[in-house]
C-alpha cells in the first residue's frame, strides 16, 4: 500500500488546531449570548474556556514538530484561529476597553491587505518577539475577562499589548513593503 495513502488527512497538529478552534467558536458563542442578553462578557467560563484555547496554541506546533507533520497548511490555520482567538477576547473586554478591538482587528485588516497588496503575501522572517508580542496580546485579553480585575488594571495592561502588537504589525508591513 502507498504510504502516502495510509496517511491520515488531517496531521495530530492540525487535529489540535481545530480543537481550539472549536475552543474559540464555543467562546464566540459565550461572548455573543452574554452581549444579546445584556450579561457582562467578563466571566469565569470565558476566561476558563479562553485559557484553555491560548494555552493549546503552544501545543499544536509542538505536535506536529514532533511527528513530523509541520505543514504550511497547518501554520495558516494556527494563524488563523490565533486570530479569531484575539477577536473573540477583544470583544469580550471591550465594555471595559474599548481599544482591545484595535487589537482583535489587526489580524483581519493584515489578511485584507494581502488580498489587496501581493508584496504582504511573501513569507515574514522568523521573529521570536512577534510571537511573545501575539501571546501577550492573547493572555491579556483571555486573563483581562477574569471579574475580579478593576476595570482600571484591565485598561492599563490592554492598551500596553494592543501598542506592543501594533507596533509588530507596523514593523512586518514596513518590512513586507521595502522587501
Do not use: N
Request: positive net charge.
Amino acid at each position: 500500500m502507498d504510504p502516502a495513502l495510509r496517511r491520515p488527512a488531517l496531521p495530530p497538529g492540525d487535529r489540535v488546531t481545530l480543537g481550539r478552534g472549536v475552543l474559540v467558536v464555543a467562546l464566540a458563542v459565550l461572548v455573543a449570548r452574554s452581549l444579546l442578553a445584556g450579561d457582562p462578557t467578563r466571566t469565569w467560563v470565558v476566561v476558563g474556556v479562553g485559557v484553555l484555547a491560548w494555552a493549546l496554541d503552544g501545543v499544536d506546533g509542538y505536535v506536529a514538530r514532533r511527528t513530523g507533520t509541520v505543514t504550511d497548511r497547518g501554520a495558516v490555520l494556527d494563524s488563523g484561529v490565533d486570530g479569531a482567538l484575539v477577536l473573540v477576547a477583544s470583544v469580550a473586554v471591550a465594555g471595559v476597553a474599548p481599544w482591545a478591538l484595535v487589537g482583535g482587528l489587526l489580524y483581519p485588516v493584515f489578511l485584507l491587505v494581502q488580498a489587496w497588496r501581493p508584496a504582504w503575501r511573501r513569507t515574514l522572517p522568523h521573529r521570536a518577539w512577534r510571537k511573545v508580542a501575539g501571546g501577550t496580546l492573547t493572555g491579556t485579553l483571555v486573563l483581562g475577562a477574569a471579574p475580579f480585575w478593576p476595570e482600571a488594571a484591565v485598561q492599563v495592561a490592554v492598551v500596553v499589548a494592543v501598542a506592543w502588537v501594533a507596533w509588530s504589525f507596523l514593523v512586518d508591513g514596513l518590512w513586507l513593503e521595502r522587501t
